[in-house]
């Protein structure tokens, strides 16, 4: 088996230096009634040329060929060849958790800097070196406000990606954490006039998302000084961060949960993506994950360990900010090596395109009779219209024409029905955006 | 070594009372133990506390060591030094490394806690287990 | 700096595996930024330009990214293709870390990751354009269950400690759905960090249950523990010493007489994999590292995947969405589960991971067991050839990693983290050092199937010269390494004084 680097004689050899006749042997400790007699009923071998086929057949029975106009949390975005020729050298892919920093000094650096461009980014003043992905994120960055003001309630906006939602009360549930929901305004933006001081007693976070699932931008500045005079903290989470190119950083909240897919990771069917969490300094010992810090040797050498490691469940264990160990370290410098391909210039024009497509593509769409705008607020590259039909009969129909349909609101938000998200990014050219258009239009003007 | 007007912990805490006041920290054997300190957790002035309960952390770079209080009493001062220097812990422990004041709540408490020769008898006998 | 590693005398053929690391002196890659480089360009607009400030408003817009790095795609590939050149990886050399399993991440397992209609798949799609993907996680899923012997599976979580968690969290529903979901689990003291730090999340009270004189469950304490309040027992098999729970088959009765679970940590699963199926010898929910024994590659820290599979009883309560396949053949996720825990992240799980774990097991098929076998040979081999040398603490069969002590070095001042570093002269990744915490100054050894018998030899030879070097000459191995491009970095100032970011 080309994986197995032994040959039958050293296989033997070995068996006769430990002292035994065969390997089975080696398995005594196993009581016999539960040791397998046949194999196990998997199947292969493959050869490697099979494992392509195998692969390939099941790339054909997904959507080559199709156009998407789905956003929802996981973006379509140019990405350069050149981050996969790096992430793909063996000294990245296949080495292990810098523990033993003397020689890993490469994945280290690269964690610092990827701690500063989400710094960067963020307008935070220092990040982690990666959560499991957005959503895990966002439910860390709030625990972690729970144990910074010690108290237990929560409100968190509606318009807050749903998926991400149901992962916080998944973790909330056993924790005794007391989460309510906030509702949206006509402008799509969380409804500032129910954060009252009655709501607000008690609370250690307010939590929203900008852009939030409905595309829309919400107004931090004035949802942080509203939290904070009520002594709780602003927790932010944002899904598209190529926004960030030219939106404004949420420098105003306290601690800020990202997913960082956006940035060269592929959409993969669901992941691996990857989180952040940036805050600010003073609350970096009850920030969960892994910290890069910078230090020197004895000779004054500049190098990289991972530090305030007691806040991690190696050591703290049942007090640790967290469970967390593995987390998704090569995605990290997945982000690192395409935000530094496209530095400061590039990121603001793919955020400019990304702005330009998507109000091209909704006032065609608006002009289609019975298409109507929902959302009054800002939006970056994703937006929300009615239309007069079921949005799930009109995405049947897009995808007998090759394109898969806008993001049916109504599957999370039954006030909603009728009204999709609908996502352009820079990677969706101008005729395929006027097909979609074309194709919508005429199937809206044919009988039901 | 160990100041004759202190008291001690099994758990290696020391305490200084002046009058109604006590004032509390590690020992030397403790920081020797942990190694170099790098963060040191009080809780905040104003917490009352009863003897053995927790009076914080003292963390290493790869251990955390929990710090009991000695007796019963309510926090009227934290180290401010420690925040900036909590290396103090290494190089003063029974000195300017001190972690809180105690408004002690029960005198009496301090008597049955050990005089500096049988503490040092105590960690002498430390040394032979290992 | 001089390279200081001893010419060692050995009968194994002259390889010398040691390289000093190029000593670029590359900064940051923020250290090499100046305005207007670009790295990456984008093809032009085909739409009307829009200005962000008439079109948000002024106060939604940022004046550019300060201190943002501009650099030209030569000093991106340059910059981190020296990076890379000052790490160790399994593609250089064997990594002895225990409970790590650090094997071979096969290359055609990246290659069909990557491929056009796999990677590029929206996890929002609908169903009809997505059975491919469905149905890799549908043959995964059935691959995984019939390695462990379980009934049904969670796909989702991204990592063993996830994994865990979303096992703790089924077996707090499962009992509060027969009227009490108790207080307790029950952790050995060998056990890793995340075991406790995920039953806490849980809402369960952690209770640590010593090991015996042999470093196992001792059954008769294991009785007396179990109470009402106790929902389960978290036990790694074999446990973090590389040993077999023996009493593996009492200890699943112990806890099933009282209503309460057996969860196994499968971090060890690579002793085990077409050997023995934990589902038949009483476990009841475990989570797989696929990181580990499935191949997937660390890449620094991560992605992993920590699927859990479950008996029959537990099956109502998993994470949605779940892998189904329907009457008619097609492959769907089915959230329409009333009584599941609900969901642990976003989307259906690690797909690209998941996806190389397949290509992994179709590699093998039947055949699996023999990469187990290789890995308890290999522990085995080591371990016979390094007792004479070092402490072993537990002289029990090892399986398919051995766990020594630094007892007899520890004399002459030297310790498991100062061997561990002079490992590193000798071309080695260290081994597992400080854990498990039984055992004090452990060092924790599993070479994987991975290693042939040269890079076997090479570490024992690699070894025995330390152990010698502890004798005659302490203080070369309690300043190493020598040979990489920093040397010992001082962490107390990295603690005391983090700095976190570059800053112009």
Known sequence: MRYLPKSQSEREEMLASIGVQSVDELFQSIPEKFRLKTPLPLPGPLSEMEIIQYFQARAAENSQGYTSFLGAGVYQHLRSVVTDALVQRGEFLTSYTPYQAEFAQGTLTAIFEFQTLMSQLTGQE???????????????????????????????????????????????????????????????????????????????????????????????????????????????????????????????????????????VSPSYGGPYVGVIATREKFVRQMPGRLAGQTTDAAGRRGFVLTLATREQHIRREKATSNICTNEALYALVATIHLTLMGKEGLREVALQNLAKARFAQAELEKIPGVRRVFSGPTFNEFVLEFPRSVKMINSALLRVKIVGPFALGTHYPELTKRALICVTETMPRTEIERFVAATKKILESPV | MYPKDYRYTKEHEWIKVDGAIGTVGITDYAQSELGDVVFVEVPKVGTQLKGGQSLGTVESVKAVSEIFTPVSGEVTETNPALHDAPEKINSDPHGSAWLVKLRLADPKEVSSLMDAAAYEAYIADKAKEH | MSSKFTEIESSAPAIRKVR?????????????????????????????????????????????IEGFPEVSEIEVIRHFTRLSTWNYAIDLGMYPLGSCTMKYNPRVNEFVARLDGLATEHPEQPGEISQGCLRILWDLQNCLLAVTGMDAATLQPAAGAQGELAGLLMIRAYLASKGNPRKKVLIPDSAHGTNPASVVIAGYEVQNIRSNARGQIDTDHLREFVTDDVAALMLTNPSTLGVFEERIAEIAEILHSKGALLYMDGANMNALAGVTR???????????????????????????????????ILEPFLPIPVVVKKENGQFALDQNRPQSIGRVRAYCGNFGVLLRALAYTLAYGPGIRKATEDAVLNANYIRKNLEEYFDLPYNLPSMHEVVFSDARQKRNGVNTMDMAKRLIDYGFHPYTTAFPLIVPGAMMIEPTESES???????????????????????????????????????VAAARKPILRWKP
């Open chain 1, 126 to 264: 220092v990040a982690n070196a990666s959560m499991y992905d957005g959503s895990t994120a966002l439910t860390e960055a709030v625990l972690m406000a729970e144990r910074l003001t010690d108290r237990h309630k929560v409100l968190i906006a509606r318009s807050v990606h749903p998926e991400y939602r149901q992962v916080l009360a998944t973790y909330a549930k056993n924790l005794g954490l007391e989460i309510e929901e906030i509702g949206y305004t006509p402008s799509g933006q969380l409804d500032r006039s129910s954060l009252t001081a009655e709501k607000l007693a008690g609370v250690g976070a307010v939590v929203v998302q900008s852009p939030n699932f409905f595309g829309v931008l919400e107004e931090l500045p004035g949802l942080a000084d509203a939290a904070h005079a009520a002594g709780a903290l602003l927790v932010t989470c944002i899904t598209e961060p190529v926004s960030l190119g030219i939106v404004r950083p949420p420098a105003e909240a306290d601690i800020v949960a990202m997913e960082g897919q956006a940035f060269g």
């Open chain 3, 453 to 491: 018998k040269i890079e076997c030899d090479l570490f024992i030879d690699a070894m025995r010269s330390i152990a010698a070097e502890c004798d005659e000459n302490p203080d070369l191995v309690k300043t190493a390494p020598h040979s990489t491009r920093v040397g010992r970095l001082d962490e």
């Open chain 3, 278 to 312: 934990p589902g038949d010898f009483g476990v009841d929910v475990m989570h797989l590292n696929l990181h580990k024994t499935f191949s997937t590659p660390h890449g620094g820290g991560g992605p992993g995947s920590g699927p859990v599979m479950v008996k029959k």
């Open chain 3, 20 to 64: 000093p690391h190029p000593n670029q002196n590359e900064g940051l890659i923020f250290e090499r930024s100046a305005a207007g480089k670009r790295g990456m360009e984008i093809p032009p607009l085909d739409v009307p330009a829009v200005d962000p400030v008439a079109a948000l408003g002024r106060e939604f817009v940022r004046d550019g």
